[in-house]
C-alpha cells in the first residue's frame, strides 16, 4: 500500500511560480511511476504531469508543456511539480496519484490518490 501526502499548495500571483511535493510512504516508491492530476471548480479533474517509475520518461499535457516540469527522488520518496507563469485558470486542488509499473495519462490507471493541495493563482 502506498500512501500519498502533497505540500507546497498555496496563493500566487499570475505569472509566479510554485514548487509542490508529494511524499509517498512504502519500500517500493521506484516502482510506481507517479502523475499530478488537477481539478479546478467547476471542472473535471484533468490530467497535468507523469513521470515514468524509472524517472527517465515524463508525460504533460499540452497546456502545461515548457512551463511545469516533473522530478522525482526515489531516496526521498518524493515526487514534485515546479510550476512556472501560472495563469489564474490553473487554479484547482493538485493531486499525486501513483501507478504500480504502468505510465499513464489516464486517471483510472492510477491505484494511489493523495488528498490534494490547493493552488490558488491570481490575476
Known amino acids: 500500500q502506498v500512501q500519498l501526502v502533497e505540500s507546497g499548495g498555496a496563493l500566487v500571483q499570475a505569472g509566479g511560480s510554485l514548487k509542490l511535493s508529494c511524499a509517498a510512504s512504502?519500500?517500493?516508491?521506484?516502482?510506481?511511476?507517479m502523475g499530478w492530476f488537477r481539478q479546478g471548480p467547476g471542472k473535471e479533474r484533468e490530467f497535468v504531469s507523469a513521470i515514468r517509475w524509472s524517472g527517465g520518461i515524463t508525460y504533460y499535457a499540452d497546456s502545461v508543456k515548457g512551463r511545469f516540469t516533473i522530478s522525482r527522488d526515489n531516496a526521498k520518496n518524493t515526487v514534485y511539480l515546479q510550476m512556472n507563469s501560472l495563469k489564474p485558470e490553473e487554479t484547482a486542488v493538485y493531486y499525486c496519484?501513483?501507478?504500480?509499473?504502468?505510465?499513464?495519462?489516464?486517471?483510472?490507471?492510477?491505484?494511489?490518490w493523495g488528498q490534494g493541495t490547493q493552488v490558488t493563482v491570481s490575476s
Open positions: 512504502g519500500r517500493t516508491f521506484s516502482s510506481y511511476s
Open positions: 496519484a501513483a501507478a504500480l509499473r504502468r505510465s499513464s495519462t489516464y486517471g483510472p490507471d492510477y491505484n494511489h
